[in-house]
Structures are given as structure tokens and as C-alpha cells.
């Protein structure tokens, strides 16, 4: 690594909460920021003064919903070309008008300052929360939410004209509520190793169709190991390739199906199963949160079991199963074997099901 690397000068159309900031002034506004401000701003600035110093890459940390969150180095080269990369996908150029309103202790809050700072967005931040939109009346060009507060959202989203989902799945009833809205709403896929998204999707085509295939970034590629699983090759923001976890379905050179975690697979008397498979079926008849995973079994192995967020009662627990045991849908080993009911998930860091946590606590 280089520790007398020269930060680029920030783009003279940037504007954060409508300032110019050259580079030396935005080191004034950080530590004014971390001395005075609230705690989200007191994010941004312990980033932009991690942005700043002579180094060629920042420490971050992943988000710990796919395992325990460890402390990894991003180039800061790498971040930037994300950035343009997005800037061309989604058609952003200088003086996009942007809203910042999740946490910058993770990637997509992080990469959100770096497109503002080098393609000359006018940016602006708002404590991040679950309505977010709430008290804004601005229209802005560009925005990225969590599936939660876009949730929360619904009744607001003129305020935006492009928004991008990522952090989580985009429920099938959510996906309903989409239908009609003018935003342009995009889900992504990426990883805070590859400096946010690498592939989006649109979930409300103007055709009506949606597409559950990803399209790729701009120099980006990919390929599917023995598994199964997505192999990333992307030398504008990653060293090395990365081979994930994610069992996928390639459709072009361009464009691929994700199916779940490799991880998850569930081996139900010899037959795999994909829990995410189960829960797209499902979430188009429960609106609670919920997820699939497996238990031992001694005539299958592994049998499917359910968890739901909800308040334990016999009542509630009979019409699930009526539910779930009456979905043609789901084939004879889908179907879960066994459902919990619990008032509270635990959650990660930045607000994911931490679905290990949460079925140890119940069935501890």
C-alpha cells in the first residue's frame, strides 16, 4: 500500500448541503462535524478524514450478514472507479441532485460521498432513519435505501427520480406497491468488497414485466465455478476475482439469475433445497418478517423449519401452518416441517435478520 498517496481534488461542481468543499476545506468541515455535529454527521466526518489521509485505501468493515463483519482495505482508486462506473450505468453526470440518508459506517453510505465528491453531485444528508423522505420537500435526482425505508416510503418517492435498493430482499408485496410509481427504482447486487454494486435490476419496468435477471456494470464479468456460485471479475475496483457464495443462473455474458447462498442449501431427504426459493414463494402470502433455514432430522437429514416476527399465540401458529401446508407452490419438501413464532428478530449492525442469532436463541 502506498502511504504518500495524493488524494484527487474534489470535483468543482460538488456540493455538500449546497458548499464547495476543495479538499483542505473539507478536512475543516469533518472535524467540525465530529466536535459539534449529530452522530450521522459525526459519521461523515470520521470518514472524510479517513478519505483524506495520504494512504491509497481506507479500512471498512463488512456488513456480518453472511458471516462474522471483518475489517477489509478498499483502494481508494478502486472507489472512485466504482463510482464512475455507477455515474455511467444509471446516467448520473455533475449536478445529479442526491440525498444521503444511510449510515456511512457502511459501504453505500461511504461510496454515496465518493460519487458526490469526483463526478460533481449536489449532495445532500438527512439523519438516516426509516422515512427518511419525511420532511424533505426537494425533488432530487438520485438516491440509495435500505428494502425497509423504501417501505416506509411509498407515499413520497416523487421526491426521487432514480433510487437503488440494496441490503436486503425486496419483498414480492413491496414489489406490488411499485407498480405504478414514476420512480425508476433499482435493486442492486454487491458486496462491500466490490465497493458497492456490481448489477442492478429494475423492479418497476415500464413494461410491466419485471426481470429477475442482474445486469452487470460496466467492466464487469463473470463466470460460475463448480458449485454453482458467481465468480467476479472486475480488475476497475477488485485485484483479484472474487468467488462468492451465491449460487447463480447465468443468462448472458451480461446478465445472471441469483437463486441464494450457497451456505444455506438445505439437503431434505437427497433433495436440495434453496431457502431464498422458499421465502419468494411465501412473501406473497405473509406480510411479517420471516425466514427459512433447516434442523436436523433423523429420517431427512435436514428439514425445513420456519421463523416468523410475530407474537406467540396456538391461534397464530394454526393459521400459519394452514397457510404454508396449503400452497400448491411449494413442493412436498419446501413445505416447513416446523414454524416459531418470535417477537423479535436479532438484527446485524445495519439493520439485516441475523438469522443464525435468531434461531440459536429459539432453539437453544
Not at 455515474?87 to 445529479?96: A, E, I, M, W, Y
Not at 414480492?172 to 406497491?177: A, G, I
Not at 446478465?255 to 441464494?260: A, N, Q, T, V
Request: net charge positive; aromatic share 10%.
Amino acid at each position: 500500500m502506498n502511504n504518500n498517496y495524493k488524494i484527487p481534488e474534489t470535483h468543482p461542481d460538488f456540493r455538500l448541503n449546497k458548499r464547495h468543499f476543495t479538499n483542505a476545506e473539507l478536512k475543516h468541515i469533518a472535524y467540525s462535524y465530529i466536535k459539534e455535529g449529530e452522530p450521522f454527521e459525526q459519521q461523515i466526518g470520521n470518514f472524510l478524514l479517513d478519505w483524506l489521509k495520504p494512504t491509497d485505501f481506507i479500512e471498512v468493515h463488512t456488513s456480518g450478514s453472511t458471516g462474522k463483519p471483518k475489517k477489509i482495505r478498499l483502494t481508494k482508486e478502486h472507489m472512485i472507479n466504482s463510482a464512475l462506473a455507477t455515474s455511467k450505468f444509471f446516467k448520473l453526470p455533475n449536478h445529479t441532485k442526491a440525498l444521503l440518508c444511510l449510515p456511512v459506517d457502511y459501504i453505500a453510505g461511504k461510496m454515496m460521498l465518493v460519487r458526490a465528491m469526483f463526478l460533481g453531485w449536489d449532495l445532500d444528508s438527512v439523519p438516516p432513519s426509516s422515512s427518511p423522505f419525511d420532511q424533505l420537500f426537494k425533488v432530487y435526482d438520485f438516491s440509495a435505501m435500505t428494502p425497509f425505508q423504501l417501505d416506509n416510503s411509498i407515499g413520497r418517492l416523487h421526491l426521487v427520480k432514480k433510487l437503488i435498493i440494496g441490503g436486503g430482499a425486496v419483498s414480492p408485496r413491496l414489489r406490488k406497491m411499485l407498480v405504478d410509481v414514476d420512480t425508476r427504482i433499482y435493486e442492486t447486487y454487491g458486496m462491500t468488497e466490490t465497493c458497492s454494486h456490481i448489477a442492478a435490476k429494475r423492479l418497476n419496468p415500464t413494461k410491466k414485466k419485471v426481470s429477475k435477471a442482474f445486469k452487470l456494470l460496466p467492466n464487469v464479468s463473470i463466470t460460475k465455478d463448480d458449485r454453482d456460485c458467481l465468480v467476479i471479475k472486475a480488475p476497475k475496483v477488485l485485484d483479484d476475482e472474487i468467488v462468492t457464495n451465491d449460487v447463480v443462473e447465468i443468462i448472458t455474458y451480461k446478465k445472471f439469475i441469483w437463486k441464494g447462498r450457497y451456505d444455506n442449501v438445505i439437503n431434505s431427504g437427497g433433495i436440495k433445497i434453496f431457502p431464498e426459493e422458499i421465502e419468494r414463494k411465501i412473501n406473497k402470502k405473509l406480510d411479517h418478517r420471516f425466514f427459512i433455514t433447516s434442523m436436523p432430522d433423523d429420517a431427512l437429514g435436514e428439514k425445513v423449519v420456519m421463523f416468523v416476527e410475530d407474537d406467540f399465540s396456538e391461534e397464530r401458529l394454526t393459521e400459519l401452518r394452514e397457510m404454508v401446508g396449503n400452497m400448491k407452490s411449494l413442493g412436498k419438501y419446501e413445505k416447513p416441517r416446523k414454524i416459531y413464532l418470535i417477537a423479535k428478530f436479532e438484527e446485524t449492525p445495519n439493520g439485516k435478520i441475523h438469522r443464525e442469532n435468531t434461531a440459536k436463541s429459539k432453539v437453544s
